[in-house]
């Protein structure tokens, strides 16, 4: 199975900071990599699929970068509707794996 | 507007069985690879298993943890998709989504709790 690690696991910043969540894989997913946001009782949202394509509706201050094992999702300008959980998620090898999170916290 | 309605689940036994649905609308669901995704309390998802469609074979994957007492299936006809779940476990304890093959479209969620 295809392990993703994801760090940190929490984060704390303040509104109008820029963070960055970083997603490595154990082998290489080339570009096969969704981001998800979720809040608490809701499932989980995606927010930028494989390709980094980002989905409609969602901020242009969310962005990533990376291919192959290393990956970044960075918000820029932190708002209040940000301090959620994040994670990322492989789609290229079955089982699809996802990345045990990170809770972004304000300060 | 699309929607992804589930049913099912609750609270079981372990060894019990039970089947979760999904009905779709708003898309061609018969085109669609679907998904069950779990997550356990305080816990991050987990993917459970896929389906593909018709036209691909129907066939379907499964995480190691359920491989054999899960069972994924589809009824085109009905627009629905199901997770028939047997030989539960306590760690089964989770609570369940479908999601299609695309991961932009979610169901809202079934809890299923393994308890003696």
């Known amino acids: 199975d295809v392990q993703m690690t994801q760090s940190p696991s929490s984060l704390s910043a303040s509104v109008g900071d820029r963070v960055t969540i970083t997603c490595r894989a154990s082998q290489t997913i080339r570009r096969s990599l969704n981001w998800f946001q979720q809040t608490p009782g809701k499932a989980p949202k995606l927010l930028i699929s494989a390709d980094s394509v980002l989905q409609s509706g969602v901020s242009s201050r969310f962005s990533v970068s990376g291919s192959g094992t290393e990956f970044t999702l960075t918000i820029d300008s932190l708002e209040p509707e940000d301090f959620t959980t994040y994670y990322c998620?492989?789609?290229?090898?079955?089982?699809?794996?996802f990345g045990q999170g990170t809770r972004l916290e304000i300060k | 507007d699309v929607y992804l309605v589930q049913s099912g689940g609750g609270a079981v036994k372990p060894g019990g069985s039970l089947r979760l649905s999904c009905t779709v609308s708003?898309?061609?669901?018969?085109?669609?690879?679907m998904s069950w995704v779990r997550q356990a309390p305080g816990k991050g998802p987990e993917w459970v298993g896929l389906i593909r469609s018709k036209v691909d074979g129907e066939t379907t994957h499964y995480a190691a943890p359920v491989q054999g007492r899960f069972t994924i299936s589809r009824d085109d006809s009905k627009n629905t998709l199901y997770l028939q779940m047997n030989s539960l476990k306590i760690e089964d304890t989770a609570t369940y989504y479908c999601t299609s093959s695309l991961w932009l479209y979610w169901g809202q969620g079934n809890l299923v709790t393994v308890s003696s």
């Open positions: 708003g898309f061609t669901f018969s085109k669609a690879w």
């Open positions: 998620q492989q789609i290229t090898v079955i089982p699809y794996t």
